[in-house]
């Protein structure tokens, strides 16, 4: 029932990629907005424009956009808006390279069982984020 | 009051709305830490009701409030053993597919109906978080199969009282199935799912309440806001800063926890739930507009 400290490090290290990741994807997501709002990044869609639009459905707003569903929004980069998507995408991500990074640590302790269930998370998050699921 | 806030969406410069939008959500993260709850699940149905915004976007933005709560916090919960990967991960994985679905569903179902759901969701909460009583440290007299296959054990060092505290879970496919639907719900409405995590880790499985509110926050799946994503259903312009807002509120949060007595801001939190619960059935029915 003792916890010991080898069954400890997956978790160690996990909070440490975790912190990291954060900070980095929550610090471009400030910079990324501060960017796009006080106009040093141009917008696609013009800032002045949003208020008739952000009451439209997203299939709506996708459509008087021009963006593309799935990935579609990469394309207009380095538009400010689609650089605070990247960093939003970015946040969303964050647990994927944690759980990358955990995997060899559960590997070496002979623990199949985590090892696997880590790798159908990132498999479910990778299919989630490819825009293979999709209602339009 | 609805009137004003309908001639000021048609007539207020573009940045007046957003700015509204980071202030009410640096509330909502004070408000929140004391109160026990994720910024989500006042998130939704406050902005929703409120903001002219629309609920595709409100939703959106509400995963990743919630998410990006969960992560800030992440680090220092699982180095304090307050966290348990082990018990999450299993967890996280059922959810995770599941809010897919759920995800799915809510943006292909008409806006009235996902907007009554909520209504009658958050009031369903509210009677959830009234009437339910957590424990403390539950008794766990035999850990099942499924739990000890997985090590589903640890040992945390309770803060207030400095002991070391020995737990395990039991029931685990129950609450397997269980995440199951917190998973649909939370990618539906776009909501955290730490109103159910907790009492189902801590009253079905039995683990310490303490380490179900901290592992909780790693079963906030991110595969629903990946789909709201990919669906166009994140504004950068709603969604930058409502998770800013939420953060910072969040930070000032934790010392008000210090100042303020808990019980006082989940009464005021409560009563929020109520009025926007309200707000949002009668919004999707149509009759307040």
Partial sequence: MELTVQSLAPQQRYARWLRWSTRLSVALLVLGYAAYVSGLLPAHVPIENLPQLWSLPAGRFLQETGVKPGWGWASFLPNGDMVVLAAIALLISTSILCLAAVIPLFR???ERLFVGICILQILVLALAGSGLFSVR | MMATLASLGATAP???????LFIACFFLGIVAVPAGVGGGVLFVPIIAGFFPFHLDFVRGAGLLVALAGALSAGPRLLEGGLANLRLALP????????????????????????QTALGV???????????AKNSEIPRVDAPDVLSQTLQLHGVFRDGSSGREIEWRAHRTPLGLFLFVFIGIIAGMFGLGAGWANVPALNLV???????????SSFIISPAAALVYLNEGALLPMIAAPSVIGMMLGARVGGYVLNIVR????????????????IRALAKGLGVWN
């Fill in chain 2, 121 to 131: 969701l958050i009031l369903g909460i509210l009677l959830l978080m009234a009437r």
């Fill in chain 2, 14 to 20: 573009w940045w007046a709305w957003p700015l509204a």
């Fill in chain 2, 205 to 215: 499985m039995g683990i310490p309440l303490k380490v179900a509110a901290g592992t």
């Fill in chain 1, 108 to 110: 070496q302790r002979g």
């Fill in chain 2, 262 to 277: 808990a019980s006082v801001i989940r009464r005021l939190v409560m009563a929020l739930m109520l009025f926007a619960g």
């Fill in chain 2, 91 to 114: 967890f996280a994985l059922v959810s995770s597919i599941s809010s897919i679905g759920g995800a799915l569903l809510g943006l292909s179902l008409p806006t009235a109906i996902v």
